[in-house]
């Protein structure tokens, strides 16, 4: 069958007019309306949790990172939330299976974790996140408008406390928050974690331990990955998320200035060893894997819809 599926940015080249358009339009108005605690932006991003940079790291037994190892493509998907005065929603991950070994004996989880075939964002998955989000809402009696690229995984769900708007097509390179350097920030802080973890194990192996990094990072789990996730999205500060939104032209009059360059904005430098360029290269690895699609009916009866829950 043929896929209406999302991939990750925008092959077409964005159309600036109508992000011009869509901005002067909308934006003081919504601001107005709902203000900056109120208005959220989520976006999905495909995650690779095993790859390794294709740069050398030689430690004291000669082990290391090396070089023109096959790019490991397990993955998820991550779906990002937030809102333009910094605060961040809970990430939600979603895998392949519905009860990993690894969360075996597991009671609390970082992240929110649902499954689907493909480990896409579906329609149900959506949903069901949606709803979960509104009825905590009816709860707190807040109101929230949700801005979402139009893909095909985001359905209209009637809601009672959000009210969803879709951009423009072909915009959101230019007006999605998200995409203006909150999820490459993210991906950044977890490039350089999963590098933390390979080199301690590497430092900390005993004699005889021949394990390659390769090797080590292939050990790294599903819930390995909503950890190093979890504690990534915590180093993104809610200044970074601001100036990003302000670079998508969501400002109020008090922010009306100069809105720092996005890819400078908590971004942690490149390690040693790697040239800002190679590490880049590192954290957009996964930029363009499909993140969802309309699932068949076949899907929407094996997919997941279970909820993890975390307490921490």
């Not at 959506?126 to 009696?141: A, G, H, I, S, V």
Request: proline letters at 4%; a negative charge; glycine letters at 4%.
């Amino acid at each position: 069958m043929e896929w209406l599926g999302k991939v990750q940015g925008e092959s077409k080249e964005a159309d600036g007019k109508a992000a011009n358009a869509w901005t002067e339009n909308n934006v003081a108005e919504l601001i107005e309306k709902y203000g900056p605690d109120n208005i959220y932006n989520a976006d999905e991003t495909g995650f690779y949790f095993r790859p390794l940079p294709d740069s050398t790291y030689v430690e004291k037994s000669k082990k290391r990172f090396e070089r023109g190892v096959k790019v490991a493509k397990d993955r998820v998907t991550v779906l990002v939330c937030n809102n333009m005065a910094g605060s961040k929603s809970r990430l939600l991950v979603i895998g392949k299976s519905k009860q990993p070994r690894c969360f075996k004996n597991v009671k609390t989880f970082p992240t929110e974790y649902r499954s689907s075939q493909n480990a896409w964002m579906t329609s149900q998955i959506w949903t069901n996140w949606l709803q979960n989000w509104d009825l905590q809402l009816c709860k707190e009696n807040k109101k929230n408008l949700l801005l979402v690229d139009n893909c095909s995984a985001h359905v209209d769900v009637p809601l009672k406390q959000i009210q969803m708007m879709f951009l423009p097509p072909n915009t959101t390179s230019l007006i999605q928050p998200c995409d203006m350097g909150i999820i490459r920030a993210l991906k950044a802080y977890a490039r350089h974690e999963i590098r933390c973890r390979i080199i301690e194990k590497i430092d900390d192996s005993v004699e005889g331990d021949t394990k390659t990094a390769n090797e080590i990072a292939k050990e790294i789990s599903v819930l390995d990955a909503m950890h190093i996730l979890a504690t990534s999205w915590a180093k993104v500060t809610a200044k970074c998320i601001q100036n990003c939104w302000g670079k998508a032209k969501f400002k109020t009059k008090v922010q009306d200035r100069a809105v720092e360059d996005a890819e400078n904005v908590d971004m942690p430098p490149a390690p040693a060893d790697m040239t800002e360029n190679d590490f880049l290269q590192w954290v957009d690895i996964d930029n363009d894997v499909e993140i969802a699609a309309e699932e068949t009916i076949d899907e929407r009866a094996q997919e997941s819809c279970c909820e993890v829950h975390s307490t921490i």
